[in-house]
């Protein structure tokens, strides 16, 4: 069962930057591939997370949090439009946000803030730790 592995705030604005690529080549006995420059990655061998954690942990400059998925779970969060009932438009950004941990308490879902008027926020899923929703480019 493949592994996917998300680094927060990596590789933003100049801020604790790495290079992915070197990265997964030096993690290449667990064949590990990258996705991209944002710190996501594929690992395809067979591993424990507690391993897992250590080598990314031992390899990289400075401490990050990590979050480990299992690929049947990106598998189901695909397999559902979350953006099926809201049209493309200008000015508006779709994002998935990955949570640590699903949360205790969950808001009743859409959610838009501000809760009147035009709104800049909205939360439209929810898919145990995944937040599928859209914002309002400023």
Known sequence: ???VVLLRGVNVGGHRRFRPSVLASQ???LD???IGAAGTFVIRRPVTRTKLRAEFARRLPFETEMVI??????VRLISRDHFANEPLQPGVVRFVSVLSRPPRVAPSLPLSLPSRGKWLLQILSRDT???CGQ???T
Request: glycine share 4%; with cysteine; proline share 5%.
């Open 27 to 29: 993690l290449k006995y």
């Open 69 to 74: 998925c299992d690929g049947p779970e990106i």
């Open 32 to 34: 590990v591939k990258n």
């Open 1 to 3: 069962m493949a592994l």
């Open 135 to 137: 914002y309002r480019r």
């Open 129 to 131: 730790r995944f937040v």
